[in-house]
């Protein structure tokens, strides 16, 4: 059953997006450390080509972060994947030498997050008023060890994915500690570049309460990005595997597909997929360490859950708990417009919104559902 169920996963994440593909480029400057980040764009719209218009809506960022000495290009796969549903995806394309700074680069992925979603707010940008809140930092070897350091530094970031990450200095095993967002750790069983017993394990073995683990059988190291020669030079020791890239390539999009839907969509069906991915298959093991904690509650949930946020449903105030005051929210329509945002104090005043459904995101503490639902009346 497990095996028909993934068969329709695929199925599903390989059929039709809604959007076509545009694409662009900016430059974004740090000023804190002086330093200008070329960034690749990729986005949702009407037509694909370079600086077309994004089309209606605030879409969800992920930021990909390359391996050591690789580029951007080296993983089309996954923004032709996820830009058709409605994602926007960015390519930091710094730190592409041999002489690398790992601290950077993290910093890179984190800081290019910002500066898009602030684009979302400038009158004269291509996206104003079409980026969510909600962000993924994602990585591959040197890139997934910086997108953990990323993820560390910049607590903003909804969740964080790495393929085949790569111990780094500074420290990504030790910098795992910090991060308090949930996590998606792939690993290919004959990866000899970043073995997993050396870095993922030990990275994963770190991470925040709601974690899972995917080890992607006779995955290889270079096969979590497209084909790159330099990659495949560093693999050349390693042992010949019969996995396709193709295949490897299905089993990442089988989970990371319903993992960023369900995190950066508040959608709880999505992560119903996901927990029914878990277990042993022909392409993968995926096991998943979540403490029952989803990232959107479900209605079941939410009446298991009243004294969280309440009263609700609500025609008025919601109470805040202690433990959630003092903390950024922002309040969401069912289409994802954002409709409210502020700082907890110890109640939440609806009283302007419309009767209908909406989702409550951002001050959520570690260890509980990172969205909670909210009925006005």
């Known amino acids: 059953m497990k095996w028909i ?56 960022v992920i930021a990909v972060g390359h391996g050591f000495v690789m580029t951007y290009e080296s993983y089309a796969y996954i923004w032709e994947h996820f830009v058709p549903l409605g994602y926007i995806v960015i390519l930091p394309n710094t730190e592409t030498t041999v002489d690398v700074s790992h601290g950077d680069f993290g910093t890179d992925l984190g800081f290019v997050i910002e500066a898009l979603q602030n684009e979302n707010t400038i009158e004269t940008s291509l996206f104003y008023e079409h980026v969510s809140v909600y962000s993924a930092v994602v990585g591959h ?5 910086a997108a953990v350091l990323a993820a560390a530094d910049f607590p903003e970031i909804s969740t964080l994915v790495t393929l085949a990450a790569a111990e780094t200095d500074p420290s990504a095993i030790d910098a795992a500690n910090d991060v308090s967002q949930p996590s998606l750790t792939f690993a290919g069983e004959v990866d000899c570049v970043t073995p997993p017993a050396d870095h993922q394990e030990l990275i994963y073995n770190n991470l925040s309460d709601c974690k899972g ?21 560093g693999e050349f020791s390693c042992p010949d595997t019969e996995t396709a890239e193709s295949e490897q390539h299905f089993g990442v999009l089988a989970i ?30 995926f096991n998943l360490d979540c403490a029952d904690n989803a990232p959107v509650l479900s209605l079941e949930n939410l009446l298991e859950n009243k004294g969280i946020i309440y009263p609700n449903p609500t025609s008025g105030e919601i109470q805040i708990p202690a433990n959630y005051q003092n903390k950024p929210y922002h309040i969401y329509s069912a289409d994802g417009r954002l409709v409210q945002e502020g700082i907890t104090n110890t109640e939440i005043d609806l009283s302007k919104l419309d009767a209908g459904f909406y989702s409550l995101s951002g001050l959520i503490p570690r260890g509980l559902p990172r969205q909670i639902l909210l009925f006005c009346d």
């Open 5 to 60: 169920y993934l068969l329709l996963c695929l199925i599903t994440i390989n059929g039709f997006g809604q959007f076509d593909i545009g694409e662009t480029s900016i430059v974004f400057t740090d000023t804190e450390r002086d330093r200008d980040i070329e960034t690749f764009i990729y986005y949702p719209a009407d037509e694909a080509g370079e600086d077309v218009d994004v089309t209606d809506g605030k879409f969800p």
């Open 141 to 145: 070897s040197m890139g997934g060890g």
């Open 213 to 233: 683990y995917v080890l992607i059988f006779g995955g290889t190291h270079c096969q979590f990005a497209n084909s790159n020669i330099l990659c495949e030079l």
């Open 256 to 285: 990371m597909t319903p993992w960023l839907r369900a995190y950066l969509k508040t959608d709880f069906e999505a992560w119903e997929e996901v927990v029914a991915l878990e277990g042993e298959n022909d392409i993968f093991d």
